[in-house]
């Protein structure tokens, strides 16, 4: 898989967390933890960002969209299972919100004007998807997405898919934390090493080592 992913401007960074004014809820004192599943792309980067996201307790790289029987890289990666590449993240919302995610996701995670693919890795495991499990998480997700589009953040009209999660299926563990055990490698080098540069740089009170 080789993917070339846009940086955006740091204006875009601030803009978003103006975005969520008014229709993502405010980080509760106590909660117990949650869950959110975003797809964009090959896991392996996006499970790297979430990472280094504050609040973030746990990433699993996985797949969502499709059946138990065919979750499995090697079947996935014919295009023809209806799973997209995903990743499962839990997360303290005391620390750090699902809007922030939402921002994480939008900002750096991924490039969402691209249609069934991302940079040259092309197939509908590798589209930009929000999978969400309470109808709160759907809210959130459409009214972003809505302001974005409305103020033209991207310059081309976002393709993020905002669907009900069925089930998560965890992906074989060779996959997971892939970045970290693999961080010598061209294609992280060139991909997805990047990503961890302009979380740091464009959301730094979000990153975490």
Not at 61 to 69: M, T
Request: proline share 6%.
């Amino acid at each position: 898989m080789i993917l070339r992913m846009v940086s955006l401007p740091v204006r875009h960074a601030a803009l978003f967390g103006l975005l969520l004014a008014g229709f993502v809820p405010a980080r509760p004192a106590f909660a117990q933890q949650q869950t959110a599943v975003f797809a964009g792309g090959c896991f392996w980067g996006v499970d790297a960002v979430f990472r280094h996201v504050r609040g973030v307790k746990r990433v699993v790289s996985g797949y969502a969209g499709g059946n138990a029987v065919t979750a499995h890289y090697e079947i996935v990666s014919t295009n023809t299972t209806g799973h997209a590449e995903s990743v499962e993240v839990t997360y303290d919302p005391a620390q750090v919100s699902y809007g922030d995610l939402l921002r994480v996701f939008f900002t750096v995670a991924h490039d969402p004007t691209q249609l069934n693919r991302q940079g040259p890795d092309v197939g509908t495991q590798y589209r930009s998807v929000v999978f969400y499990t309470t109808d709160a998480q759907r809210q959130a997700a459409l009214g972003y997405i809505e302001h974005m589009q409305r103020d033209h953040v991207f310059p081309r009209p976002i393709v993020t898919q905002v669907v009900p999660l069925d089930r998560f299926y965890p992906a074989e563990e060779y996959h997971q934390n892939y970045l970290a055990r693999h961080s010598d490698q061209p294609y992280i080098v060139y991909n997805d090493l990047p990503k961890l540069t302009r979380l740091q740089e464009q959301l730094p009170e979000l990153y975490q080592k």
